[in-house]
Each structure stands twice: as structure tokens, then as C-alpha cells.
């Protein structure tokens, strides 16, 4: 008896290997969707459109020698794909070789490998001034790399300009703290300038810490854990805005068992750094209900006993005794709240 299979028609069978890698991508499985996208390309080596998409796939998952490899057969159509690979496999004099000029991206990879490659500095002050004249200078990125430019350049009043702009647009730009330190130490100003280098030394590694949660998010973005740490690597460098948008991400990605040590971070935020204990409260008792992990209830008890409202606290630690009756800390918790008989 034959398989079903053998009565599809292989173009079908393609198509269904197309959405099912579409599907698994949409629901955050990265990983599993590239291997079968990278499959059905190897039956279908012709098929440019799904080459592409894997391609495309492999870059935002930082698999930036697979990408390039699979990219090179899309001819003029895989330009931009092959020259991002290439920029962030440090290959900088090949990028500009293919890289185009039509986005933000793109300028700001042209400008920076031409800093990097000998002789393409006057290549790179032709993409800034077509990213300004464009439009596209209004990022912290944008003008910490044309404060480096400028700099290369001799040009210490419009890198200085830059790097300043930069820095308001983000205290915690790396290239703009080292730039400008060194420029301001360099010119006489060194109580600055080494206030900044020591800035620069200090958030690196929370940037890289950044850089690495946030690798992991785009390879799983189903993933709760995954935004926590980007929330976590946030709140390090001080953006609790941010922070507090991970968080709540990551908590609308987490399986119950998952959720409490998200939760108990996102409250520390709230209460330590926005100095709102209420919010904190709030979002523990509403998580309770999802996760019914105990120690939610004893850090509301914790919060709402340090600003002396004792009956909501009492409430907390007896529900949470009730759960895990041989706990002799929630008892003693609770005891120091009772009244002395």
C-alpha cells in the first residue's frame, strides 16, 4: 500500500515545509524553523525566495556565516544581506563592497567600516553626509559614529558636538563615552574626560551583558527568561523604563513555574528604583494568582509591613502559612506583627 505522501505533489510537500518554518517562527521557535527552511533549500536550491528568507532568518539570529554562505547565490537581490554578514563578521572592506546606501542600517555599517578599512575615510564622510542629509542622524548610534568620524578627521569641535548629542540621546553609549573621554582628556579638559573613560569602563560589561540577553531573546522570543534578562541588564545601566517593558514582556511569556523570580524582580524595581511600593503590591498579588508561588505573598507582607500597614501585611503572611504551614520564617514574620499578649 502506498504512503498519502507519495500522491502529494512535491511542490505541496515544499509548501508545507514553507509554513510549517513560518509557524514555528512566528511562535518564537528560531531555531527549529532555520533547520527547516535550511532543508527544504537543500532540495530546492533554486527557490530565491526562500533563500532569502532564510537568509534574512540566520541574520536576525546572528548566524552571520550562514547567512553569507547561503546568500551568495542570490546574486544583485542578496546585496544588503551578504554586505550585513560581512560587516558583522568584521570582513569591513568586503561590506563595502556590498553594501547599499538605502537605510539607516546600512549608512551606519558603511560609515563604520570605512573608519575601520585604509583608505575609505573619504568613502565614509560621503555615507554621513548622506545619512544626515537623509535624515537619519537622529539616534545616539548615529551621532556617537559621526563624532567618531569627525574626530578621525581632526575635527574636535563637530566630534565634541557629536559625541555630546549622543550622550544625551543615551547616557550609556559606549563609542560616545570612550570618544569623548579621550577627546576631552586629549585636550586639556582631563577631569572630564576621565570622569567618562571611567563611565565607559564601568558600563561596558552591562552592555555586553545587554548585548548577549538580547541575542538570546532573538533567537527565542517565547521565551520569558530570556526578556527578564534583558529587563535585568537594563535596570543595571539604569534605564527603568525599558526595564520595566522587558519585565512585563517576559512575564506575558512565562509558564507559571517561571514567573515568580521574574516577578519578585520587576516589583524590587518598582519599589527601590520608582519608589512605589503600592505598584510593587499590586503587581505581586496579581501574579499570585497565576503563579501561586508563596514567596509573591511574602514580599507584598514584606512591602506592605515597611510602610506599617500591618492588617494588609498579616493578610499576606496567613495565606502564605496556610500554603506552607511549616514555615518558620512566614511565622516569624507573622508573630512579629501579632500583638503582645
Known amino acids: 500500500m502506498k504512503s498519502v505522501h507519495a500522491f502529494v505533489p512535491l511542490v505541496a510537500v515544499f509548501a508545507l515545509a514553507a509554513d510549517a518554518g513560518e509557524e514555528l517562527w512566528q511562535r518564537g521557535q528560531r531555531a527549529e524553523a532555520i533547520e527547516i527552511w535550511a532543508e527544504q533549500l537543500a532540495k530546492q536550491p533554486e527557490d530565491a525566495r526562500l533563500r532569502l528568507r532564510l537568509v534574512r532568518a540566520e541574520l536576525s539570529t546572528h548566524r552571520y556565516q550562514a547567512a553569507l554562505d547561503h546568500a551568495r547565490a542570490l546574486g544583485a537581490e542578496g546585496r544588503a544581506e551578504r554586505g550585513a554578514a560581512l560587516y558583522r563578521l568584521g570582513k569591513y572592506a568586503e561590506a563595502l563592497a556590498e553594501l547599499p546606501r538605502e537605510s539607516e542600517e546600512q549608512l551606519l555599517m558603511r560609515i563604520d567600516s570605512g573608519v575601520l578599512v585604509a583608505g575609505a575615510l573619504e568613502g565614509a564622510l560621503a555615507d554621513a553626509g ?195 504551614p511549616n514555615d518558620k520564617e512566614i511565622r516569624a514574620r507573622l508573630d512579629k506583627l501579632e500583638p503582645a499578649k
Open 130 to 324: 548622506e545619512l544626515e542629509r537623509r535624515g537619519f542622524a537622529a539616534t545616539a548610534r548615529a551621532q556617537a559614529m559621526l563624532g567618531k568620524l569627525r574626530a578621525l578627521r581632526g575635527e574636535k569641535a563637530a566630534a565634541e558636538t557629536h559625541f555630546r548629542k549622543a550622550l544625551e540621546l543615551d547616557p550609556v553609549d559606549r563609542m560616545a563615552l570612550f570618544g569623548l573621554g579621550k577627546l576631552l582628556a586629549d585636550s586639556g579638559n582631563e577631569a572630564e574626560g576621565e570622569a567618562l573613560l571611567l563611565k565607559h569602563r564601568k558600563v561596558v560589561p552591562l552592555l555586553d551583558q545587554l548585548d548577549f540577553a538580547q541575542r538570546s531573546v532573538d533567537l527565542a522570543p517565547s521565551h520569558g527568561p530570556n526578556h527578564a534578562a534583558v529587563g535585568d541588564a537594563l535596570r543595571a545601566l539604569g534605564r527603568e523604563g525599558e526595564a520595566l517593558s522587558a519585565y512585563e514582556t517576559a512575564e506575558r511569556w512565562c509558564k507559571p513555574d517561571e514567573l515568580a523570580p521574574v516577578v519578585l524582580r520587576h516589583a524590587r524595581l518598582l519599589a527601590e528604583d520608582r519608589k512605589d511600593s503600592a505598584a510593587a503590591v499590586q503587581l505581586l498579588d496579581a501574579q499570585f494568582e497565576r503563579s501561586r508561588d508563596v514567596r509573591l505573598l511574602v514580599r507584598a507582607g514584606d512591602l506592605l509591613t515597611q510602610r506599617n500597614d500591618v492588617a494588609a501585611a498579616k493578610t499576606r503572611y496567613s495565606k502564605a502559612l496556610e500554603l506552607r
